[in-house]
């Protein structure tokens, strides 16, 4: 079908382009940017004035939980709340159940995903067989079947000979590992930052020396296999300070960060507030604000959802015994764009984060508006009011911190590959 999104200001932070005009798609792809091609008749026009025209959405980390884990979410209800969201490609971790270790569940997960308003999934195959750090999996076979990257979701490694072999196996065919950040003795049995605000609430602790102890070593490993090493979720400024470090001293590291870290910190714990629990932990405030300007300055390469759906059996009990996690696909453009406000970012550069560099990083054709690419378009009112209810967030998943904020953007219109996944505009 032949579509045109006129009067938008459509923005390209891929190649910089920042302008006022006219986009013209067709057989699923974007033929002009401004003029339409000769002979171009549309079957139909968005009226995009007042709103922003950028790519759509490209998601680090987004849990679909399927399979295994259907009671907390489906495969159709993540992707409605993508859709929702703007996102239209998503990297899908390891973590369901049974985990992504064999090419057969990898298969069945694409084959599921097949759908015209299902946003692209790509998933993580999983680094060790059961996520147990214990054996690497046959990541030639994983990634035939359509593994963009391998990853330990939340599980550490922690016989590092294992992690070493993984890292040689990894960058001996190109493939790039993803890794936690967390040494697991360190952070045993801890729910919260080690701070003040665990110390008088007398919750069990996880000290930063648990990301920097971990950090120093699989740094070292990739510095010696030479492995393109992703860190997940960096949580402290000590640990990004390390990742700055060891791009200048020459090794293949990005990192990425999750929207609940870059707007909360201990303090949001208020009294026991489960909906606050995460892992990482939100730690201090000057972590905050170091991951905060980190992210602007490109220290840190992109901004993820880490969306995790939990059911309200996980979350509607005592603090440390609620399970870590919150919804997030339907938030990542609001508290993208809040942040770039707060930081007095371009526009252009703030959505460079949850576009560009995390397609960048998946090594995947997407995150731009350039002619030829595939019509996957995120059309917002950047000014229009959201509030976040549990009976507006499509996410079966219905906890989160945020819960009463009101933000700003409101996602209109959702293209995927040319076709209209969401339409948002009678809201």
């Keep these: ?40 008749e549309s079957a139909a026009t968005i009226d995009a004035a007042g709103c922003v025209v950028c790519p759509g959405l490209v998601d680090l980390a987004a849990r679909l939980r399927e399979p ?28 369901t159940d049974p985990p992504l270790d064999e090419p057969g569940l990898v298969e069945m997960l694409k084959h599921r995903a097949r759908h015209p308003e299902f946003a692209h999934v790509y ?18 076979e994983l990634a035939e ?42 952070a045993r049995n801890g729910v919260a930052h080690d701070g003040e605000v665990a110390a008088r609430l007398g919750l069990v602790g996880i000290p930063v020396v648990a990301e920097t102890v971990a950090l120093s070593t699989m740094l070292q490993l990739a510095r010696e296999t030479g492995v393109r090493l992703h860190v997940r979720r960096i949580s402290s400024a000590a640990g990004l300070e390390m990742i700055e470090g060891a791009r200048a001293a020459g090794i293949a590291v990005t990192c990425d960060v ?71 696909l339907e938030l990542l453009l609001p508290l993208t764009l809040k942040w770039g406000r707060e930081m007095k970012l371009p ?17 995947i054709d997407a995150g731009s508006l350039k002619v030829g690419a595939a019509a996957d378009v995120c059309v917002f009112d950047p000014e229009a009011g959201n509030r976040i209810t549990r009976e507006g967030l499509k996410s079966q998943g219905k ?14 219109y959702t293209l995927i590959d040319g076709h209209l996944a969401y339409d948002g505009s009678w809201n």
């Design 399 to 412: 906890n989160t911190p945020f819960l009463g904020h009101e933000l700003q953007g409101r996602v209109r």
């Design 68 to 95: 295994g884990f259907e009671y907390k979410a489906t495969l159709e209800s993540e992707m409605a709340a993508a859709a929702a969201g703007g996102v239209t490609s998503l990297a899908c971790p390891p973590d």
């Design 1 to 40: 079908m032949k579509l045109q999104i006129r009067n938008g200001r459509v923005i390209d932070p891929a190649s910089n382009f920042d302008k006022q005009t006219d986009l013209y798609i067709a057989a699923g792809k974007i033929v002009a940017i401004g003029e339409a091609p000769k002979g171009f």
């Design 347 to 363: 526009l252009a550069r703030a959505l460079a984060r949850i576009t560009a560099n995390p397609a960048a990083i998946l090594g």
């Design 145 to 186: 079947a359509g593994c963009i990257a391998f990853s330990q979701a939340s599980c550490a490694i922690v016989d590092t000979q294992v992690m070493l072999r993984a890292m040689q196996y990894a960058a001996t065919f190109g493939y790039s590992v993803w890794l936690p950040p967390v040494d697991p003795h360190l």
């Design 258 to 328: 999750s929207i609940h870290h870059l707007h909360l910190c201990e303090n949001d714990i208020g009294y026991f507030d489960p909906l606050a629990r995460f892992d990482p932990p939100l730690r201090a405030q000057r972590d905050m604000q170091a991951l905060r300007k980190g992210l602007a300055s490109g220290a840190v390469n992109a901004l993820c959802s880490d969306h995790t759906p939990v059911d309200d059996d996980g979350k509607q009990v005592p603090f440390a015994e609620a399970e870590p996690g919150g919804t997030g």
């Design 123 to 140: 998933p993580v195959g999983a680094l060790t067989l059961g996520l147990q750090g214990e054996r690497i999996t046959e990541m030639a």
